[in-house]
Structure formats: C-alpha cells, structure tokens
C-alpha cells in the first residue's frame, strides 16, 4: 500500500478512534464538573450519561444520512464534525458554570438533566464521524466489506475503552478539568486539521 493511500485510511482510523474516545473523556469529566454544583451522584452520572448517549444517537442518525462514497466530500464533513465538536465542548466550559447560576435548585432532577444538556452537542457532532467513515470504508473495500465495518467498529469501540480508562486512572489525577476538556477540544481540532488534509482535491476518476 502506498503512502498516498495509507495517510487517509490511518487519518479515518485515528478519527474514529479519536471521536469515541474524545466522547468517553467528556462523559467523564461532565459528571465531575458538575460535581460542584449538584453533588456527585447517581443522579448526575445518570443524566450525563443519558445526555451523551442522546447525543451519540443523534450523531449516528445524522452520520448515516450525511455518509457518501465520495472520499472528499465524507473527510470534509468528518473534519467539519469535529472542529464543531471541539468548539461545542470547549463551549461547555462556560455553559455549565452560568446555568448554575440561573439555575437556584442545583439537586433536582430537573436541574441535574438541564445542565447535562450542554454536553449533548459535541457527542453529537463526534457520533458523526463513524457513521461517515465506516460508509466511506465500505464503498471503497469492494472486497471484504465486512473486514472494513469489523475494523472501524473495533476501532471505535477501543477508542472508547482507552479514554474510559485513561481518564479514571490518569487524566484526572494529573490534570485540572478544564485542562481535560481543553485538551479533548484541541485533539478534536488537530484531526480535524487532518481529515481536511486527507480530503483528496479531486475525486479519481474510475
């Protein structure tokens, strides 16, 4: 395999692997930046986890209807979907402290699901990308499109185990949560910057 074809197909690995895992640190970071606010209970982890899930969905509905066998047009849109999650994530950090305050009642129900809410944007916008890419590998194996699903899937779902643990064990011991969320944003961005990189110019001609 060429250089010319291996930098794209590594840039869709690294952006799936990126975008569930990115997703998994927020999820986790949400819950403890919340924490002063609501407490860190059940009721919390249940509303970020459902506001992330809700996001995910959205972003796996939308990513199939926006997925397309032409490779410039599906990396632009993957690369698009995460420069607006790292935007919509970096958001959250301002987002959750002014709710807060608007908020008085910050351990109700209620409360609790609103201020999860601005969590559900950038797992949406991340939940884009695998539906895309995992089109895009498909319509480009030919031969072995199960091996191309099964490869992106697996990737994703690893993606999703490292930055779990990742952020358990290690991001939150060593890292402020702002620097956490920044540090999402920006990796959200820098593959961002690669898919468009990856984004041929002009489609071969078949």
């Not at 995460?82 to 209620?110: C, E, F, Y």
């Not at 890292?175 to 999402?184: A, C, F, K, M, R």
Request: glycine share 10%; net charge positive.
């Amino acid at each position: 395999m060429t250089a010319k074809r291996l930098f794209p197909q590594a840039a869709d690995m690294l952006a799936v692997f990126l975008a569930s895992g990115g997703t998994l640190v927020l999820e986790i970071a949400a819950a403890h930046l919340l924490a002063p606010h609501t407490g860190l209970t059940l009721h919390v982890w249940t509303g970020v986890i459902a506001a992330v899930l809700a996001g995910m969905t959205a972003g796996h509905w939308f990513g199939g209807r926006l997925a397309s066998a032409d490779a410039r047009i599906a990396r632009r849109r993957v690369a698009n979907a995460l420069a607006a999650a790292a935007l919509s994530g970096l958001a959250t950090l301002a987002i959750v402290p002014w709710l807060a305050n608007v908020i008085p009642d910050g351990r109700s129900p209620l409360t609790i699901a609103a201020l999860s809410l601005p969590f559900l944007p950038p797992a949406l916008f991340a939940g884009l990308v695998a539906p895309i890419l995992t089109t895009l590998a498909i319509e480009q194996a030919k031969h072995g499109m199960g091996r191309a699903f099964g490869r992106l899937y697996a990737t994703s779902a690893v993606g999703g185990v490292v930055g779990a643990m990742a952020t358990g064990y290690v991001l939150l011991g060593w890292l402020g949560l702002t620097d956490i969320v920044t540090g999402v944003a920006a990796c959200f961005g820098l593959v961002a910057v690669i898919m468009a990189l990856a984004a041929p110019r002009k489609e071969a001609k078949v």
